[in-house]
């Protein structure tokens, strides 16, 4: 019987250690799927987020090129007003001369007025003048 108990605790010792080893195979590939499937979260949590940033880069290209756009827009507005006006000085320089030259016009014929109603008053008086020489040299 001893040799018989020994072979029943043997058998039961080696029932024993496959047993352990299958359980020790069986938590080692638990322990690689949850670290697998913890991974592949990750991997999946990592993607999202590259999507994620990816479609914000596109988003942010999308609203440079547009605002680029637009500034193209207002530096062709801002030329365009620059040449509009630099035109309205050029016309308001040209109006400034004509205005010069009518107002030394109009001083020269104002002092041809005057000038004149100088001499109209020297001729009266010289008229008025000899009318009186004329008068007291008749009475006399």
Do not use: P
Not at 19 to 31: G, N, V
Not at 43 to 62: A, H, I, P, Q, V
Not at 89 to 111: A, E, H, K
């Amino acid at each position: 019987m001893n040799v018989a108990n020994y072979r029943r605790d043997f058998d039961t010792h080696v029932k024993n250690l496959r047993k352990a080893r299958l359980s020790y195979t069986d938590e080692a590939e638990q322990r690689n799927e949850l670290l697998g499937n913890e991974h592949k979260n990750v991997l999946t949590s990592n993607s999202e987020r590259l999507e994620r940033s990816s479609k914000r880069l596109e988003d942010g290209y999308r609203m440079a090129m547009e605002t680029e756009e637009i500034g193209q827009n207002v530096l062709n507005n801002l030329a365009q007003d620059r040449e509009k006006i630099n035109s309205a000085r050029n016309r308001l320089n040209n109006v400034d001369s004509t205005l010069s030259q009518s107002s030394r016009l109009l001083n020269n014929m104002y002092r041809r007025v005057i000038q004149n109603k100088a001499m109209m008053f020297v001729i009266g008086l010289i008229i008025v003048v000899i009318i009186v020489l004329a008068l007291y040299g008749m009475l006399k």
